[in-house]
Structures are given as structure tokens and as C-alpha cells.
């Protein structure tokens, strides 16, 4: 059974810093890996889906990469704003349309 | 704003009460999916219906049943819940196929009584 691991589980760190935030998985056959959005009390926003063929997908500040053999993801996060404050939800595409979520990083970005 | 949509978005409800969450997807997708996320727990896969058939279910309990009437709509029917299945239902779709993005919708956040 795929788990899915996210590190750390929480993070406070001030503006305009730079970070990573983690997502391991134990089983290696997956189809993508997507990282998504959460704000409190809401819905998911999807941020970037790296399919297994990738290597690394890009959006604005936003960079997540993909190391299928090693079992491993990292979103990049640059020049970090108040506004980026949520929790950050890494989620793995598995065999018979299962998406697998780890508990996420809730992110705390302040002024 | 992604092309599926829940209705209702709040629910509070007893626990002898029953009652139904309605999804609803736009894009033409033919798989639909429930899943469930509680307070401090991951996000975790309910049910999956691929073409109208359902072909998972994550030992959900029989309280909650789904129902896939076309690949447009799926609903969740809820009967004698207990307060522990307090959450936020997400529904998704997506095409037919392990390879394809899921696209979620808002969310239904429900309280049992």
C-alpha cells in the first residue's frame, strides 16, 4: 500500500525567504505526483503535476521536482510572501485511479 | 472555476437524520470520485467510478452509500452518521485512466449532530 510521507509538518519562516518542503513515497510506480494548495476551511488548488516521465515542472515563484527512483518530491518555494500561508498537500497517482495525499506542511509565511 | 461543483457546501445534520451530497463535473470526464479528509488525518480516496461502475471502495462504512446515476453526477447518501464523520467531502474527476489529473471540487463541510 503507497504511503506518503510530508516533511516538516509545519513551518514558520519570515518573508522573502527561500524554502523546500518535502513529500517521500513508498512505492515507486506512480503515474504523477501533483502538489496542491489549502487554505483553511477550503477547497484544494493544484499548484504543479510532474508526470513520472518528468523530471521538474515550473510555475511563477514555484518549482517541484520529481525523483521517482528515490522515491522523493521537493517544492521549491522562492521569495516567500504572507500570502503563500496555507497548507501545502503532496498527492501520488497510483494503479486504479488512486491518489494517495501525505498530511501536508502547513505553511506560515510572516511580514 | 475547475468544472465541478458540490452542492451543498455546508451541511449540518443529526445522527438519524439522512441526508445526500450532490457533485456535479463539466468536463467531459468519464471517472468520479468521493474522498474524505478529517481533522488532523491526510486527505484519504472513499469511493472510485470509472464509466457509471463503481471499482473501489476503501472499506468505507456502509452508512455512507454512493451513487453514480451518469458520469456527470455522482452522489454521496448518508444515514446514520456518527459525530466522527465530521469533515470536508472533496469530489473529483477526471478521464478514465491512472495517468490523468484529478480536478476537485470546493468541498462539502459537513457536521453530524
Known amino acids: 500500500k503507497q504511503e506518503v510521507t510530508q516533511i516538516p509538518a509545519a513551518l514558520s519562516v519570515p518573508e522573502g525567504e527561500n524554502l523546500v518542503l518535502n513529500c517521500s513515497f513508498t512505492d515507486s510506480a506512480i503515474y504523477n505526483l501533483q502538489w496542491f494548495r489549502q487554505d483553511p476551511g477550503k477547497g484544494l488548488t493544484s499548484l504543479l503535476l510532474?508526470?513520472?516521465?518528468?523530471r521538474e515542472q515550473t510555475s511563477g515563484r514555484l518549482n517541484a521536482s520529481l525523483d521517482k527512483s528515490s522515491g522523493r518530491s521537493t517544492l521549491y518555494i522562492a521569495a516567500s510572501q504572507p500570502g503563500d500561508s496555507a497548507t501545502y498537500l503532496c498527492a501520488v497517482y497510483n494503479a486504479g485511479n488512486m491518489l494517495t495525499f501525505g498530511g501536508g506542511t502547513r505553511l506560515m509565511v510572516k511580514p | 472555476e475547475t468544472g465541478v461543483t458540490q452542492t451543498p457546501r455546508h451541511l449540518v445534520m443529526g445522527m438519524t437524520n439522512k441526508k445526500s451530497l450532490k457533485c456535479e463535473q463539466h468536463?467531459?470526464?468519464?471517472?468520479m470520485y468521493w474522498y474524505k479528509q478529517s481533522a488532523k488525518k491526510p486527505l484519504e480516496l472513499m469511493f472510485v467510478y470509472n464509466f457509471k461502475e463503481q471499482t473501489e471502495n476503501n472499506s468505507v462504512p456502509s452508512r455512507f452509500s454512493p451513487e453514480c446515476p451518469n458520469s456527470s453526477h455522482l452522489f454521496l447518501h448518508l444515514h446514520t452518521l456518527q459525530p466522527e464523520d465530521s469533515a470536508l467531502y472533496l469530489c473529483?474527476?477526471?478521464?478514465?485512466?491512472?495517468?490523468?489529473?484529478?480536478?476537485f471540487g470546493p468541498g462539502t463541510r459537513l457536521t453530524v449532530t
Open positions: 468536463l467531459g470526464h468519464n471517472a
Open positions: 473529483a474527476s477526471s478521464l478514465s485512466g491512472s495517468e490523468y489529473e484529478q480536478y
Open positions: 510532474i508526470q513520472s516521465s518528468q
